[in-house]
């Protein structure tokens, strides 16, 4: 198990490694000049001459990279361009932030889907209902459910709060709009183990057994629907921690979207970079948690084959 | 026809699947395989068929060694027809049996393989195979499991092989279906001139359908020899025990069920018949009534008794 | 012994009564089956596929999908279980049944340790507390001789060999003693050696329990070394019903003989000679012939066979067979058994 688990690690070690040298390539693909990004105002050729001979942009592409790889290492993303702060003391804070959004977000997609899920499974008469649901949720694009809620809950029914920050209150919609986005995901996942298991002979040994149909459920078939949903909750927690950028945007959450949009629209380089490295870093992260999740749920695939 | 020289098979993280076999298809003969889960005849097979490389050994088509490239290798795989166990999982479902049939021709470049000439040709097999008629353009899950089976023996033989390798192919058949196929099987083989390979965990079945057995356990041949003498006499205590594990054919001599269960158990925690190959030791000692402290150190060799009989055992029967 | 009475108290382990299961309309998997289980006995199903005998077996445990319908009488020790309905059925049928399934891989969960699947018939059931229960499932896996059986119940299903696996099901069908146990086909897909140690298993258990077994398979060696009673089953019905020893001795269904014959041929016949074998194939369900549905295969066919189907009737003291011409093989007017392989007459609709 362990050594499923440490290989996994080293190639995920790598994959970070890669997006670090495509996010640095990004250099090329940001239009703009950083000496100028950095002072809008300086006049003459000379100044932004010095800027760039400060930022070592006149050394051989790979100096350049060697460079940012070391700092990389200590920790240090640079320094923001615009806010002249260090990359890392601007992202930490919005990445707790994110951190808030996401995790509130997986819940609320898990009791939605989950629910969805179950109930089309175990309930026949509403399952056409459901499948209408769930296309529904996969269909409609994010922002526009978000500003839907937006307009409904916020605007026409005055229920929740329309100005950005952080609060509990401000939590909700984005939260919910996360959550109802998400939902389909599990719904089927959840629907189909279920079905694959109320169908297996393994229900029908408990059921010989003379064992309840609660009990059923409980011990024999929703144990088995966990392997699939964790995994896909660690994914989800990943891929959620790189920015949710569309509902942040929406909803004005200052999370770390929010920041890679906004340094994006102003050539924030150096801060971009952070963000797409600290996602990718997220997203292995993640991505190993759910291995471990699924190790733990599973004694299966505790040993590799 | 194939011939296994002190073959071993490794699978990466140290199964030890072959340990030094030897073993020979004749020419226009048959050989048997015998052995229960683990014992490697799978192993062999996949070997045969040149799916896999041995470790080391020598594995022979006609006396010359198994090439390493793919395309001299489909080149030998002409001459080598396959019959497999499942007849559920061999065919491909979405594939007329029209165009399953004659696959074997498209993929060794042979006249008939597309076109209206196939169509004959196919009709030709299916019926030599006893659907004669068949609709070509039917698919799979129209016939029974013996149907199935036949197509697959039509789809076998119609390149012409030398050699027809068949594992456990009437194992998953009803009973009343097993002999049919095996008839169908044993006609083939004498129409054509073929030599087989034949594996089975039925003793009773193998002693029938071929000359020769080699008997296997643990990735080690245990006893080699023509099948009537394995069957009646056999000498290494393994080839006993599987005798004595068939049910009795009449309930005036029913014996298991009255037997202490302890004789011959497998060690719990471990799969069915994976005995500790590669070591230096007996693969059956573990489990065999008669070994002693040699047999947990040493390996025994395998000693001819006759020119055509040999056993790897210290005390045989 | 008077009826009524007794019989509320013990009564047989199973009695089938005009037992016919049908999917949809077309199949009619299981026709007026009619069947007793004494208690202590093993009765043995012999069928191939299509026969039918699955679809019993699990209309007498009431595991059938909903989708199929089901009419007659079960009975099992003495109680009507076809009478109740789920939930009544589900209270008492751990203390009426015990079920030994054909793929214990399957058939188990794969995410609980095998000892938790044993005990929590015990839980349930037995009103046992967790600690009672764990300790009485590990009783339970010394009892079908597991060496270690404590450790082993820690594992899960996949870390167990086929045998071991089968040993499991087995203490979980014999956990609470109940008076009937159905096994289908248990020893099919093992090996030949493990196969003999469940048999030698079963014959050991079978001592100290009063239970009866309703033991299906193909295999007629399994059936020499476990079965008191047999009844062969063919297109859904059952074609001959005797004592085993009956069964072997005097066959009075081609069938059955043809059955035998294979099997004898098989161990016994020369090497290299054609093996005797039945001609044609069982008919798929849904799809069966008029009149009597083995009259196709059969070598003593005659006009009257393809026109009616034969009841189950007497054939001898205890005996009874469901054929016009029932009797040894060899008789006036029968064709021959055939010596080579001829085509066969499967045609593409099997």
Same mark, same amino acid.
């Given at each position: 198990?362990? /050594? *499923? +688990? ?8 790598? $994959? %970070?490694?890669?997006? =670090?040298?495509?996010?640095? &390539? #990004? ?99 509403? /399952? *056409? +209902? ?8 996969? $269909? %409609?694009?994010?922002? =526009?459910?978000?500003?839907? &809620? #937006? ?155 | ?317 | ?350």
């Amino acid at each position: 198990m362990a /050594r *499923a +688990l440490i290989r996994r690690l080293v190639f995920g070690i790598i $994959a %970070v490694a890669g997006v =670090v040298v495509l996010a640095f &390539l #990004l250099e090329f693909v940001v239009p703009g000049d950083p000496a100028k990004a950095i002072a809008p105002r300086a006049q003459s050729a000379a100044v932004l001459a010095n800027i760039r001979t400060q930022l070592h942009l006149n050394q051989p592409l790979i100096v350049q990279f060697a460079d940012y790889f070391g700092n990389l290492l200590r920790g240090n993303l640079g320094t923001s361009y615009i806010q002249r702060q260090p990359v890392a003391s601007l992202i930490g804070p919005r990445l707790l932030t994110t951190g808030v959004l996401a995790l509130a977000g997986v819940i609320a997609e898990v009791i939605i889907g989950g629910a969805l899920g179950i109930a089309a499974t175990l309930y026949g008469r509403v /399952r *056409a +209902l459901v499948s209408a649901i769930n296309l529904t949720l996969l $269909a %409609v694009p994010v922002f =526009v459910l978000g500003l839907l &809620l #937006l307009l409904l809950f916020g605007f026409r029914l005055g229920i929740a709060p329309v100005t950005g920050g952080t609060g509990p209150g401000q939590l909700v919609l984005p939260a919910l709009t996360l959550g109802l986005i998400g939902a389909p995901w599990y719904a089927q996942i959840v629907a189909d183990q279920m079905q694959e298991s109320l169908a297996s002979s393994y229900v029908r040994t408990a059921v010989s057994k003379g064992l309840s149909d609660s009990y059923i459920l409980r011990r024999h078939v929703l144990r088995n629907v966990l392997s699939p949903a964790l995994t896909m909750v660690g994914l989800d927690l990943g891929s959620y921690l790189s920015g949710v950028v569309t509902v942040e945007v929406v909803f004005i959450w200052p999370g770390i979207g929010l920041l890679a949009v906004n340094s994006l629209h102003n050539l924030d380089r150096p801060v971009v970079m952070g963000t797409v490295i600290v996602g990718a870093v997220a997203v292995v992260f993640f991505n190993l948690f759910a291995d471990v999740l699924r190790m733990f749920v599973d004694p299966r695939t505790r040993e590799e084959a | 026809m194939i011939g296994f020289e002190a073959v071993s098979k490794k699978y990466r993280g140290g199964r030890l699947a072959l340990d030094d076999v030897t073993f020979a298809v004749p020419d226009g003969g048959s050989l048997g395989l015998v052995g229960e889960s683990g014992s490697g005849k799978t192993t062999c097979i996949r070997l045969a068929l040149g799916l896999e490389r041995p470790t080391s050994g020598r594995l022979t088509f006609s006396g010359t060694p198994y090439p390493s490239g793919r395309g001299k290798l489909r080149v030998l795989r002409r001459r080598i027809g396959f019959v497999l166990q499942d007849p559920y999982d061999s065919l491909d479902p979405r594939m007329m049996i029209r165009d399953i049939v004659t696959e074997p021709l498209r993929i060794h470049r042979l006249p008939g393989g597309r076109g209206p000439g196939g169509d004959a040709l196919a009709t030709d097999q299916l019926s030599a195979v006893g659907l004669p008629g068949a609709d070509l353009r039917s698919y799979p899950a129209r016939y029974s499991g013996g149907g199935r089976q036949r197509i697959a023996i039509a789809r076998a033989l119609i390149s012409s092989p030398s050699v027809l390798v068949c594992d456990e192919p009437t194992s998953s058949l009803d009973v009343s279906v097993q002999s049919q196929i095996v008839n169908l099987l044993l006609d083939a083989g004498r129409a054509r001139h073929l030599s087989m390979l034949f594996v089975t965990h039925d003793l009773d079945l193998i002693g029938r359908v071929v000359d020769n057995v080699a008997v296997m356990y643990g990735g080690r041949i245990v006893e080699i020899g023509p099948a009537e003498k394995i069957r009646h006499s056999p000498r290494h205590h393994y080839t006993k025990s599987l005798h004595d594990a068939v049910p009795a054919d009449d309930p005036r001599n029913r014996r298991l069920a009255a037997r202490a269960a302890t004789q011959v158990l497998a060690d719990p925690g471990t799969s069915d018949g994976e005995a500790l190959a590669g070591h230096d030791r007996c693969v059956f000692a573990s489990r065999c009534p008669r070994a002693d402290e040699r047999c947990r150190q040493e390996r025994p060799p395998m000693i001819e008794e006759d020119a055509d009989r040999s056993y790897a055992c210290f005390y045989p029967i | 012994m008077t009826a009524g009475a007794a019989e509320q108290l013990s009564g047989a382990a199973l009695e089938l009564s005009d037992l016919n299961v049908k999917y949809g309309a077309k199949v009619h998997a299981v026709r007026n089956a009619c069947l007793t289980v004494e208690a202590g006995q093993v009765v043995a199903l012999i069928g191939e596929t299509g026969s039918g005998k699955s679809s019993l077996a699990l209309a007498a445990a009431g595991l059938l999908p909903s989708s199929a319908t089901i009419t007659g009488r079960v009975m099992i020790a003495g109680q009507d279980v076809s009478a109740m309905d789920r939930p009544g059925f589900r209270r008492v049928r751990a203390s009426l049944l015990g079920c030994i399934a054909q793929d214990a891989m399957a058939a188990l969960n794969p995410v609980v340790p095998v000892g938790r699947q044993i005990a929590e018939l015990f839980t349930q059931h037995a009103r046992m507390s967790r600690q009672q229960a764990a300790e009485a499932a590990v009783a339970a896996l010394a009892q079908v001789e597991i060496r270690q059986p404590a450790a082993v119940a820690r594992l899960y299903p996949h870390q167990l060999s086929g045998g071991m696996r089968q040993r499991v099901m087995i203490a979980m069908a014999v956990a609470l003693s109940p008076p009937l146990i159905i096994a289908d086909e248990p020893t099919t897909a093992l090996d030949v050696s493990t196969q003999a140690e469940i048999l030698a298993l079963i014959g050991e258990l079978r001592e100290g329990m009063r239970s009866g077994f309703l033991w299906i398979t193909h295999d007629m060696g399994v059936v020499a070394e476990l079965a008191d009673w047999a009844a062969v089953m063919y297109a859904g019905r059952i074609v001959e019903q005797a004592p085993v020893q009956q069964i072997f001795d005097a066959p009075a269904h081609p069938y059955t003989q043809g059955l035998l014959q294979t099997r004898r041929d098989l161990r016994s016949g020369a090497a290299g000679t054609p093996l005797f074998q039945i001609l044609g194939a069982p008919p798929a369900p849904g799809d069966e012939p008029a009149g009597c549905p083995f009259s196709p295969r059969c070598p003593r066919a005659t006009d009257v066979c393809a026109e009616s189907d034969p009841p189950l009737e007497p054939v001898a003291a205890g005996h009874r067979a469901a054929c016009h011409h029932p009797g040894p093989s060899g008789a006036p007017g029968e064709t021959p058994a055939p010596a080579a392989a001829a085509p066969a007459a499967e045609g593409e609709g099997s």
